[in-house]
Protein backbone atom coordinates (compact mmCIF):
# COMPACT_ATOMS: atom_id res chain seq x y z
CA UNK A 1 0.00 0.00 0.00
CA UNK A 2 1.10 3.52 -1.12
CA UNK A 3 0.64 6.47 1.27
CA UNK A 4 -0.70 9.58 -0.17
CA UNK A 5 -3.88 10.94 -1.34
CA UNK A 6 -4.83 11.56 2.43
CA UNK A 7 -4.53 15.36 2.74
CA UNK A 8 -7.58 16.06 1.34
CA UNK A 9 -9.52 13.32 3.03
CA UNK A 10 -12.22 15.16 6.01
CA UNK A 11 -11.30 14.29 9.30
CA UNK A 12 -12.50 11.25 11.33
CA UNK A 13 -12.95 10.08 14.84
CA UNK A 14 -13.36 5.87 13.63
CA UNK A 15 -12.18 3.64 16.09
CA UNK A 16 -10.74 0.44 14.41
CA UNK A 17 -10.06 -3.26 14.75
CA UNK A 18 -7.99 -5.51 12.57
CA UNK A 19 -8.18 -9.40 12.22
CA UNK A 20 -5.71 -11.12 9.82
CA UNK A 21 -3.89 -14.19 10.79
CA UNK A 22 -0.58 -12.51 9.25
CA UNK A 23 0.70 -10.17 11.95
CA UNK A 24 2.96 -8.20 9.50
CA UNK A 25 -0.10 -7.16 7.39
CA UNK A 26 -1.60 -6.30 10.53
CA UNK A 27 1.34 -4.01 11.48
CA UNK A 28 1.31 -2.67 7.96
CA UNK A 29 -1.77 -1.45 7.63
CA UNK A 30 -1.72 -0.11 11.56
CA UNK A 31 1.16 1.82 10.61
CA UNK A 32 -0.47 3.16 7.80
CA UNK A 33 -3.88 4.48 9.74
CA UNK A 34 -1.81 5.48 12.33
CA UNK A 35 -0.31 8.81 9.92
CA UNK A 36 -4.19 9.37 8.89
CA UNK A 37 -5.91 11.63 11.39
CA UNK A 38 -8.76 10.46 12.75
CA UNK A 39 -8.41 6.79 12.69
CA UNK A 40 -7.58 4.93 15.19
CA UNK A 41 -6.64 1.11 15.66
CA UNK A 42 -8.00 -0.18 18.97
CA UNK A 43 -7.96 -3.80 18.51
CA UNK A 44 -6.12 -6.67 16.84
CA UNK A 45 -6.68 -10.59 16.35
CA UNK A 46 -5.02 -13.03 14.87
CA UNK A 47 -8.42 -14.86 13.81
CA UNK A 48 -12.03 -15.51 14.00
CA UNK A 49 -12.11 -16.74 17.46
CA UNK A 50 -9.77 -14.83 19.00
CA UNK A 51 -12.35 -11.72 17.61
CA UNK A 52 -15.18 -13.10 18.95
CA UNK A 53 -13.38 -13.35 22.06
CA UNK A 54 -12.87 -9.54 22.94
CA UNK A 55 -16.16 -8.62 20.79
CA UNK A 56 -17.91 -7.48 24.52
CA UNK A 57 -15.56 -5.26 25.60
CA UNK A 58 -14.01 -4.05 21.76
CA UNK A 59 -14.93 -0.42 21.77
CA UNK A 60 -14.99 -0.01 17.13
CA UNK A 61 -16.60 1.34 14.52
CA UNK A 62 -15.11 -0.26 11.72
CA UNK A 63 -13.49 -3.92 11.44
CA UNK A 64 -11.34 -4.92 8.76
CA UNK A 65 -11.07 -8.73 8.17
CA UNK A 66 -9.66 -10.92 6.78
CA UNK A 67 -11.33 -13.49 4.90
CA UNK A 68 -8.83 -16.62 4.32
CA UNK A 69 -7.95 -17.39 8.25
CA UNK A 70 -7.07 -20.72 9.72
CA UNK A 71 -10.36 -22.07 11.64
CA UNK A 72 -13.17 -19.60 11.66
CA UNK A 73 -12.83 -17.78 8.13
CA UNK A 74 -14.07 -14.16 7.43
CA UNK A 75 -17.46 -15.17 6.46
CA UNK A 76 -18.51 -17.45 9.61
CA UNK A 77 -16.62 -14.99 12.25
CA UNK A 78 -18.50 -11.81 10.09
CA UNK A 79 -21.62 -13.68 11.03
CA UNK A 80 -21.63 -14.49 14.54
CA UNK A 81 -19.86 -10.74 15.14
CA UNK A 82 -22.65 -8.92 13.43
CA UNK A 83 -25.54 -11.27 15.40
CA UNK A 84 -23.70 -10.05 18.55
CA UNK A 85 -22.84 -6.44 17.52
CA UNK A 86 -25.02 -5.39 14.55
CA UNK A 87 -23.34 -1.91 14.53
CA UNK A 88 -20.23 -2.99 13.32
CA UNK A 89 -19.49 -2.40 9.97
CA UNK A 90 -16.91 -4.62 8.56
CA UNK A 91 -14.48 -4.67 5.53
CA UNK A 92 -13.67 -7.51 3.88
CA UNK A 93 -9.52 -7.89 3.40
CA UNK A 94 -8.81 -10.77 0.54
CA UNK A 95 -5.75 -11.39 -2.19
CA UNK A 96 -6.70 -11.22 -5.84
CA UNK A 97 -8.29 -14.62 -6.94
CA UNK A 98 -10.39 -15.46 -3.77
CA UNK A 99 -13.48 -13.64 -5.37
CA UNK A 100 -15.61 -16.43 -5.05
CA UNK A 101 -15.33 -15.71 -1.56
CA UNK A 102 -17.24 -12.80 -1.59
CA UNK A 103 -20.63 -13.56 -2.75
CA UNK A 104 -19.93 -15.46 1.45
CA UNK A 105 -19.10 -12.03 2.90
CA UNK A 106 -21.82 -10.32 1.06
CA UNK A 107 -24.43 -13.04 2.99
CA UNK A 108 -22.70 -12.36 6.04
CA UNK A 109 -23.36 -8.90 5.99
CA UNK A 110 -20.00 -7.31 4.94
CA UNK A 111 -19.96 -3.64 3.85
CA UNK A 112 -16.59 -3.08 2.40
CA UNK A 113 -14.06 -5.34 -0.17
CA UNK A 114 -10.77 -4.48 -0.49
CA UNK A 115 -8.16 -6.35 -1.96
CA UNK A 116 -5.34 -6.47 0.37
CA UNK A 117 -2.69 -4.44 -2.08
CA UNK A 118 -5.63 -1.72 -2.18
CA UNK A 119 -3.73 2.12 -2.38
CA UNK A 120 -4.47 3.62 0.91
CA UNK A 121 -6.48 6.32 -0.34
CA UNK A 122 -9.06 3.12 -1.18
CA UNK A 123 -8.75 2.01 2.74
CA UNK A 124 -9.57 5.74 3.62
CA UNK A 125 -12.28 5.55 1.55
CA UNK A 126 -14.08 2.32 2.24
CA UNK A 127 -13.96 3.49 6.15
CA UNK A 128 -15.94 6.48 5.59
CA UNK A 129 -17.75 5.05 2.95
CA UNK A 130 -19.06 2.07 5.71
CA UNK A 131 -18.84 4.10 8.63
CA UNK A 132 -21.61 6.60 7.27
CA UNK A 133 -23.48 3.16 6.35
CA UNK A 134 -22.37 3.19 2.54
CA UNK A 135 -21.36 -0.12 0.67
CA UNK A 136 -17.36 0.05 -0.70
CA UNK A 137 -15.78 -1.91 -3.30
CA UNK A 138 -12.10 -0.98 -4.67
CA UNK A 139 -12.82 -0.12 -8.09
CA UNK A 140 -9.98 -3.01 -9.28
CA UNK A 141 -11.83 -5.71 -7.70
CA UNK A 142 -15.35 -4.20 -8.93
CA UNK A 143 -13.54 -4.94 -12.12
CA UNK A 144 -12.71 -8.28 -11.56
CA UNK A 145 -16.24 -9.00 -10.15
CA UNK A 146 -18.26 -7.80 -12.75
CA UNK A 147 -16.25 -10.38 -15.10
CA UNK A 148 -17.33 -13.07 -13.66
CA UNK A 149 -21.03 -12.22 -12.65
CA UNK A 150 -23.72 -15.02 -13.68
CA UNK A 151 -27.13 -14.33 -14.45
CA UNK A 152 -29.65 -17.00 -12.17
CA UNK A 153 -33.52 -17.78 -12.84
CA UNK A 154 -35.38 -15.08 -11.52
CA UNK A 155 -37.70 -15.28 -9.06
CA UNK A 156 -40.94 -15.10 -8.21
CA UNK A 157 -41.25 -12.52 -5.18
CA UNK A 158 -38.47 -10.29 -6.67
CA UNK A 159 -39.59 -6.43 -7.00
CA UNK A 160 -37.79 -5.29 -9.98
CA UNK A 161 -39.57 -6.03 -13.45
CA UNK A 162 -37.59 -7.68 -16.02
CA UNK A 163 -36.44 -5.12 -17.84
CA UNK A 164 -35.12 -3.79 -14.65
CA UNK A 165 -33.68 -6.97 -13.83
CA UNK A 166 -32.22 -7.21 -17.12
CA UNK A 167 -30.52 -4.04 -16.75
CA UNK A 168 -29.24 -4.71 -12.97
CA UNK A 169 -27.17 -7.82 -14.52
CA UNK A 170 -26.03 -5.59 -17.12
CA UNK A 171 -24.75 -3.45 -14.50
CA UNK A 172 -23.63 -5.92 -12.81
CA UNK A 173 -21.33 -6.56 -15.77
CA UNK A 174 -19.52 -3.22 -15.67
CA UNK A 175 -21.58 -1.98 -18.92
CA UNK A 176 -22.01 1.79 -18.91
CA UNK A 177 -25.67 3.06 -19.32
CA UNK A 178 -24.50 3.73 -22.90
CA UNK A 179 -23.22 0.01 -23.70
CA UNK A 180 -25.95 -1.73 -22.08
CA UNK A 181 -28.84 0.45 -24.38
CA UNK A 182 -26.75 -0.39 -27.29
CA UNK A 183 -27.08 -4.01 -26.03
CA UNK A 184 -30.78 -3.90 -25.52
CA UNK A 185 -31.62 -1.97 -28.61
CA UNK A 186 -33.05 0.86 -26.21
CA UNK A 187 -31.89 4.53 -26.19
CA UNK A 188 -30.01 5.60 -23.22
CA UNK A 189 -32.40 7.92 -21.90
CA UNK A 190 -34.46 4.61 -21.06
CA UNK A 191 -31.66 3.02 -19.56
CA UNK A 192 -30.67 5.91 -17.20
CA UNK A 193 -35.07 5.90 -16.25
CA UNK A 194 -34.43 2.33 -15.64
CA UNK A 195 -31.83 2.73 -13.23
CA UNK A 196 -33.27 5.56 -11.18
CA UNK A 197 -36.02 2.99 -10.80
CA UNK A 198 -33.81 0.22 -9.70
CA UNK A 199 -32.32 2.31 -7.26
CA UNK A 200 -35.55 3.72 -5.66
CA UNK A 201 -36.46 0.14 -5.74
CA UNK A 202 -33.78 -1.80 -3.72
CA UNK A 203 -32.78 1.34 -1.39
CA UNK A 204 -29.23 1.45 -3.23
CA UNK A 205 -26.94 4.58 -3.54
CA UNK A 206 -24.17 3.48 -6.25
CA UNK A 207 -22.94 0.38 -8.51
CA UNK A 208 -21.39 -1.26 -5.57
CA UNK A 209 -24.53 -1.55 -3.45
CA UNK A 210 -26.22 -2.85 -6.59
CA UNK A 211 -24.11 -5.46 -7.12
CA UNK A 212 -23.95 -6.44 -3.18
CA UNK A 213 -28.08 -6.51 -3.72
CA UNK A 214 -27.79 -8.90 -6.97
CA UNK A 215 -25.46 -10.96 -5.14
CA UNK A 216 -27.72 -11.07 -2.08
CA UNK A 217 -30.71 -11.54 -3.63
CA UNK A 218 -29.33 -14.53 -6.00
CA UNK A 219 -29.84 -12.34 -9.34
CA UNK A 220 -26.55 -13.16 -10.32
CA UNK A 221 -23.68 -15.62 -8.96
CA UNK A 222 -19.88 -14.83 -8.82
Not at 7 to 14: G, L, S, V, W
Not at 23 to 44: A, D, I, K, S
Not at 188 to 195: A, G, P
Amino acid sequence: MQRHGTETRKKMDCRIALVDDHTLFRNGLRGLLEHCTGYRVVGEAGGGEEFLAMLDTLEADVVFMDFAMPGMDGAQTTERALARRPELKIITLSMYGEESYYSRMVEAGARGFLLKDSDIGDVIEAIETVAEGGTYFSPQLLSSLTGRMRTREAVTDEPLASREREILVAVCRGLSNQEIADELFISKRTVDKHRANILEKTGCKNTASLVVYAIRNRIVEI
